[in-house]
């Protein structure tokens, strides 16, 4: 039998989860303009800011399917952690694990802006700061569950 959640845990749980909740509308905005057609002045501040350069670059797919989408799934798999799975023991690690490779894709996507196309992307700036918080957050957790057991 496990042990009941703590407080905290259940607050980092939903914490996470409303995370991984920006995350997908992030990703989901991304998305649209990924099939954009025309030129648009969201996101467009200039040659070093604008999202419709990094969005439909060749970078902005893997295996024709588009990083946008890559993170829809990846924060909606986070969400499902955080809410329906939050009571399995090893949801911190499973947590863990997810984030930490989508803090690996959001980190070459960003080395990409910044060395590849030296243009930046405010929705991919923000995913990244997303999924860097929940990483720490699923840390913490899985950290926790560690010195329970």
Not at 15 to 30: C, D, M, N, Q, T
Request: charge should be positive; include cysteine.
């Amino acid at each position: 039998m496990q042990p009941a959640m703590t407080p905290t845990a259940r607050r980092v749980f939903q914490l996470i989860a409303v995370l991984a909740l920006a995350g997908i509308v992030v990703s989901s905005v991304s998305l649209y303009h990924h099939y954009g057609t025309s030129q648009t002045n969201y996101c467009d501040f200039g040659a070093s800011f604008n999202c419709d350069i990094v969005n439909r670059s060749i970078y902005s797919t893997v295996l024709g399917v588009p990083d946008a989408l890559v993170g829809i799934v990846g924060y909606g798999f986070l969400l499902v952690l955080a809410t329906f799975y939050r009571t399995k023991a090893e949801t911190p690690l499973m947590l863990l694990i997810a984030s930490t490779a989508g803090l690996g894709f959001a980190l070459y996507l960003t080395y990409i802006e910044k060395f590849v196309l030296a243009t930046w992307c405010i929705l991919c700036l923000s995913s990244l700061t997303l999924i860097l918080l929940t990483t720490a957050l699923s840390s913490f957790l899985a950290a926790s569950a560690m010195r329970r057991n």
